[in-house]
């Protein structure tokens, strides 16, 4: 890791710095933006976010597949795992910064793709891309946004990787990693865990669709009609996805781009060993956050297995379920080069846009600068598995 300068734990939380062009003098004196001032944690966003999205929209970000139990799963691994601080260790400063895939980050908090962000915020994915700027951490962009390819990266200040689907149409595929690569994006991510879309039976209950006016935009672009997604979000995506792709997808994809490649949802160790024999540069362990396969098990369990198998022939990230600072330790310590964060976002979106999202990403950097005084580590590099305590 780099060593630049480190920050000093304790110090007051930096006043949120969203760009005066997207916050607007009355923007910043919403009830959103007010509220936001009494969370105590990422954790409190949930309930504004809530509190102020339709039901529906709430649920396509909360919810997951089946019974939620790897949703549940998730968060509940980081109870499961506990530290083994050190002491007597000079934490007079901490330093989070370091490179992801070659990219300078502030801290080792991405944030994760996630589809229609319009859905939280008229601003969308640009005010995303605003806050994570500001907060000098990557985001990855998701194919299905509301908001381009190109328009996300004008509003971009910190460097995007973009997420990959691939649909039956190669051709579909093609024209976004090219409009990703010329955009400026840095690394191509693939998703890998959804063949099908995992059965999410809050959407069924709510006929999840989206309102008029919210489209996937990079379809749109591509000369897709993307404004109506028929009898609901389930049947577009089983029309459009290729189910069909297997390990040869990523030898084509290699061949279509110079850009670092990414797989997302990678869990058992046995396909991170395909995934690096096929000289990706990436994985991240995921489930989707629990949106697809039920029963899956936890990413943290998942994460040292997958770790070991990859002997550092590739990084390797993690997500789901991150909330606080300590989680981010654990992941670390784990063998995570960085963690993504996914409804947090959203829930700092929908509280109060891009001074939201800023304001999540926030906490999460004065949290992990905290955990890491208190386990002893004024860096990233001083974070190993010795951190964690055994059963
Ligand atoms: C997602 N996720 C996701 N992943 C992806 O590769 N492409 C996508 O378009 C989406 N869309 C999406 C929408 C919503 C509403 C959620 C909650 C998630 C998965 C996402 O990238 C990530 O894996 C999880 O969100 C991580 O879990 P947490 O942080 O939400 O617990």
Excluded at 111 to 133: I, K, S
Excluded at 332 to 349: D, N, Q, Y
Excluded at 369 to 381: I, K, N, Y
Aim: glycine share 10%; proline share 4%.
């Amino acid at each position: 890791m780099k060593r630049a300068r480190g920050k000093a734990v304790g110090r007051p939380a930096p006043k949120p710095r969203g760009s005066k062009r997207s916050l607007g003098a009355g923007r910043a004196a919403t009830p959103g933006a007010r509220a936001i001032a009494s969370c105590a944690n990422v954790l409190d966003f949930e309930a504004i976010a809530r509190s102020r999205l339709e039901r529906a929209f709430y649920d396509y970000y909360a919810g997951g597949a089946e019974d939620e139990r790897t949703l549940a799963a998730n968060r509940g691994a980081f109870a499961e795992v506990f530290l083994r601080p050190r002491v007597l260790v000079d934490v007079s400063r901490i330093q989070t910064a370091g490179p992801v895939l070659g990219s300078q980050v502030s801290m080792p908090v991405l944030v994760a793709p996630t589809a229609f962000h319009r859905l939280a915020h008229p601003d969308g994915e640009l005010a995303t891309a605003r806050a994570a700027g500001a907060a000098r951490t990557l985001m990855v962009a998701s194919t299905i946004a509301t908001y381009t390819i190109e328009e996300i990266a004008r509003a971009a200040t910190a460097p995007l990787w973009f997420q990959l689907y691939v649909y039956k149409d190669r051709g579909l595929a093609r024209n976004l990693i090219q409009r990703a690569e010329k955009a400026g994006y840095r690394a191509l991510c693939l998703t890998v865990d959804t063949p099908h879309l995992g059965s999410r039976e809050r959407d069924f209950r709510n006929r999840f669709t989206l309102p008029a006016g919210i489209e996937m935009r990079n379809l749109a672009e591509a000369g897709i009609d993307a404004s109506r997604l028929g009898d609901s979000f389930r049947s577009y995506v089983h029309r459009q996805l290729d189910c069909s792709l297997t390990w040869d997808a990523v030898e084509w994809l290699r061949g279509e781009t110079k850009l670092p490649l990414v797989l997302k949802g990678i869990i058992a160790a046995e396909d991170a060993v395909l995934a690096v024999e096929r000289g990706v540069d990436g994985i991240i362990v995921s489930n989707h956050g629990g949106r697809q396969l039920d029963g899956t098990e936890a990413t943290l369990h998942a994460l040292p297995r997958v770790v070991d198998a990859v002997a550092g022939r590739a990084e390797v990230f993690m997500d789901g379920g991150v909330r606080r600072g300590t989680d981010v330790v654990k992941a670390l310590a784990l063998g995570a080069r960085a963690v993504l964060v996914g409804r947090p976002c959203l829930w700092g979106l929908a509280a109060a846009g891009e001074e939201g999202v800023l304001r999540v990403l926030e906490m999460f950097r004065q949290e992990l600068m905290l955990a890491m005084a208190l386990c002893g580590c004024p860096d990233l590099g001083a974070i190993d598995r010795s951190l964690i305590a055994s059963a």
